[in-house]
């Protein structure tokens, strides 16, 4: 088998891997594991990729079963590690990463357990027989299906349905941007639905509410604060794709580590922001006696200048003509395969 047969073979399985697991490192581990696998075989393979599904199905389910106490303990809401790539990247491929990659069907698929998981993706993404997908996940023909029904009940009323039109949606998240810069809270609240959500997942790392935030005002207010606060001088925006979806990467120097005073700090200001009794400015100036009083900031040490990593991958789901939901990934641990 030559290195082109064992590269296609190698994204067939992180694909599989990385819709099973949420995590871009522990895909790519899990895919090269099943690579190595199948290159030590002595005998013949009549279908690598099915070969390759089942062994990368398999040790996924393992990795799901010891890492779930991991994520039950997880600080705020939990998102998937993004995949970045440069808009237009071609309808085929755009159409595929938004139905089955979307980070919305990812948060989606945690409620199931790591069984379920395997077999609805082989049903509903791969399109396995229920036949295939037993003898894949060492389970009976009938408990296949049964896994497979159960799923699609826990996923039915939630799974994500986006506007088609890609043009709009990226029209949308530019308007909105723009907004949360200009602190323009009208444009913002009307951009969003009544009931949107906003996720952000810091793991406890970086500043970030470490709870979801709902409804279109206090996510207006949240977006035209952080834009205010955010060292713009020294960050890079770019607008990417986000698992199929219109999103933003904001680079810059690499930050200190969250300090406990500025934790503190963003808990008090948060609330404060909640309850309507502090403006950007006000929360600027709340965030900057939060650094003097930790003795530093947010900024790099000298010797880090030169070393720009990922600040945070914002996403926006967009649903009749109204952003429905922002997900932004700010957690270091989750952005250095960026």
């Known amino acids: 088998m030559g290195d082109r047969e064992l590269e296609a073979l190698r994204r067939h399985g992180f694909g599989v891997a990385y819709r099973m697991l949420g ?19 002595e005998g013949p393979i009549d279908e690598p990729a099915a070969w390759i599904t089942t062994v990368v199905t398999r040790l996924s389910i393992n990795v799901l079963k010891s890492a779930r106490t991991r994520r039950e303990s997880y600080v705020g ?41 395997a077999a609805y993706l082989l049903r509903e993404v791969f399109g396995y027989e229920y036949a295939e997908i037993a003898a894949i996940i060492e389970q009976t023909e009938v408990n296949s299906r049964q896994l497979v029904t159960r799923a699609r009940k826990h996923l039915e009323a939630s799974r994500p349905r986006f506007d088609a039109d890609e043009a709009a949606r990226d029209a949308l998240l530019e308007r909105f941007l723009a907004a949360a810069e200009e602190g323009d809270l009208e444009a ?31 996510i207006a207010r949240f977006m035209a604060a952080v834009a205010q606060v955010r060292p713009s001088g020294e960050l890079e925006s770019r607008r990417v794709r986000v698992n ?42 709340l965030m900057q006696d939060a650094r003097d009083a930790g003795g530093g900031s947010t900024r790099p040490v000298a010797q880090e200048q030169a070393e720009v990593r990922v600040w945070s991958v914002l996403t926006v789901d967009v649903v009749e003509g109204r952003i429905q939901a922002v997900r932004i990934v700010r957690n270091p641990d989750k952005l250095g395969h960026l």
């Open 188 to 218: 913002l609240e009307e951009l969003l639905a009544k009931d949107a959500v906003l996720y952000a997942d810091s793991g406890g790392k970086a500043m970030a509410p470490q709870e979801p935030l709902v409804g279109a005002e206090l």
């Open 23 to 41: 995590s871009v490192s522990e895909a790519e581990d899990v895919a090269q594991e099943a690579l190595l696998r199948l290159t030590r075989q």
């Open 77 to 117: 809401p939990w998102l998937p590690e993004p995949l970045v790539e440069d808009p237009a990247p071609g309808p085929a491929s755009r159409a595929e990463l938004a139905d089955s990659l979307s980070l919305a069907l990812l948060v989606l698929l945690e409620r199931l357990t790591p069984v379920e998981r």
């Open 244 to 285: 199929g979806q219109p999103g933003r990467v904001v680079r810059g120097p690499a930050e200190r580590p969250l300090g406990e005073a500025e934790r503190l700090a963003a808990e008090k200001a948060l609330a404060l922001l909640k309850s309507g009794d502090v403006d950007a400015k006000q929360l600027d100036t």
